[in-house]
């Protein structure tokens, strides 16, 4: 399991703003790690094609796990744009997401959303 803490209370950020998120590997013994990845990202939803941006990318090796003891902190400058966005008939969504893979094959994901600018929808 993985747990993700936002470092922001509200969940959330303003554009151009210092993004900064703490995680932690826990009930899985770290000896059956291979990689951790973590990445803050948008992707759309709603009718027609879905998006996706990837704003930050981590990956940490085995040993790069193992010397942290399971824990790590992510931070990065989010971007300008696309804002978050709550139409009827498209969404904006921004989270931070962490990929545990296991030497055994199994990967486990975490994800945790938040809001880029003040949150919009449609009336």
């Given at each position: 399991?993985?747990?993700?803490?936002?470092?922001q209370p509200?969940?959330?950020?303003?554009?151009?703003?210092?993004?900064?998120?703490?995680?932690?590997?826990?009930?899985?013994?770290?000896?059956?790690?291979?990689?951790?990845?973590?990445?803050?990202?948008?992707y759309t939803?709603?009718?027609?094609?879905?998006?996706?941006?990837?704003?930050?990318?981590?990956?940490?090796?085995?040993?790069?796990?193992?010397?942290?003891?399971?824990?790590?902190?992510?931070?990065?400058?989010?971007?300008?744009?696309?804002?978050?966005?709550?139409?009827r008939l498209?969404?904006?969504?921004?989270?931070?997401?962490?990929?545990?893979?296991?030497?055994?094959?199994?990967?486990?994901?975490?994800?945790?959303?938040?809001?880029?600018?003040?949150?919009?929808?449609?009336?």
């Amino acid at each position: 399991m993985i747990g993700l803490r936002l470092c922001q209370p509200q969940g959330c950020y303003l554009p151009s703003m210092e993004f900064q998120c703490r995680w932690h590997v826990e009930r899985i013994s770290l000896d059956q790690v291979d990689r951790l990845e973590a990445s803050v990202l948008w992707y759309t939803e709603g009718k027609g094609e879905t998006d996706l941006g990837v704003a930050a990318f981590q990956r940490l090796d085995r040993d790069a796990v193992l010397r942290a003891s399971g824990r790590g902190f992510l931070q990065t400058q989010l971007p300008a744009s696309p804002l978050s966005y709550e139409g009827r008939l498209l969404r904006v969504r921004w989270c931070v997401r962490l990929r545990l893979f296991l030497l055994d094959g199994r990967e486990i994901v975490a994800q945790q959303p938040f809001y880029l600018g003040a949150l919009t929808r449609d009336v």
